[in-house]
C-alpha cells in the first residue's frame, strides 16, 4: 500500500520556523515535491527534489524553505524558516516514481501519490 504521511505542522508566530517531515512507504519513489493550499486558493508548488537531490523552491519561499531528503529512511522534510502569515495553508507530500535527469517536477500533474496534508498557521 502506498502511503505518503506528513507530520510536523502546527502554530507558530511569524519569523518563526518549523520543519515537515513525509514518510513515505509501499513503493519506490524518485521525485518528491511539497505543495501547499490556502482557503480559497489552488494547491500550488513549494519544493521539489528528484533522485538525484536536485532541489527547486519556489520563487516565494526562496531564501526561507529548504527541501531535503533521506534515501536510507525514506524521510523527505521541508525546512520553514522565517514563517509569514501567507504562508498559513495546509501542506501536502507528493511524490512519482519516474526518473528524470536533472529535471524536477513543479506541476501537480507530474505527482502521482499524495499525502493527507498537515496544517500550518503562522500567527502575525
Known amino acids: 500500500q502506498v502511503q505518503l504521511v506528513e507530520s510536523g505542522g502546527g502554530l507558530v508566530q511569524a519569523g518563526g520556523s518549523l520543519r515537515l517531515s513525509c514518510a513515505a512507504s509501499?513503493?519506490?519513489?524518485?521525485?518528491y515535491g511539497w505543495f501547499r493550499q490556502a482557503p480559497g486558493k489552488e494547491r500550488e508548488f513549494v519544493a521539489g527534489v528528484n533522485w538525484s537531490g536536485n532541489t527547486r523552491h519556489a520563487d516565494s519561499v526562496k531564501g526561507r524553505f529548504t527541501i531535503s531528503r533521506d534515501n536510507a529512511k525514506n524521510l523527505v522534510y521541508l525546512q520553514m524558516n522565517s514563517l509569514k502569515p501567507e504562508d498559513t495553508a495546509v501542506y501536502y507530500c507528493a511524490a512519482n516514481s519516474i526518473v528524470y535527469g536533472s529535471f524536477v517536477p513543479a506541476s501537480r500533474d507530474l505527482y502521482d501519490s499524495w499525502g493527507q496534508g498537515t496544517q500550518v498557521t503562522v500567527s502575525s
Open positions: 509501499g513503493r519506490a519513489f524518485s521525485s
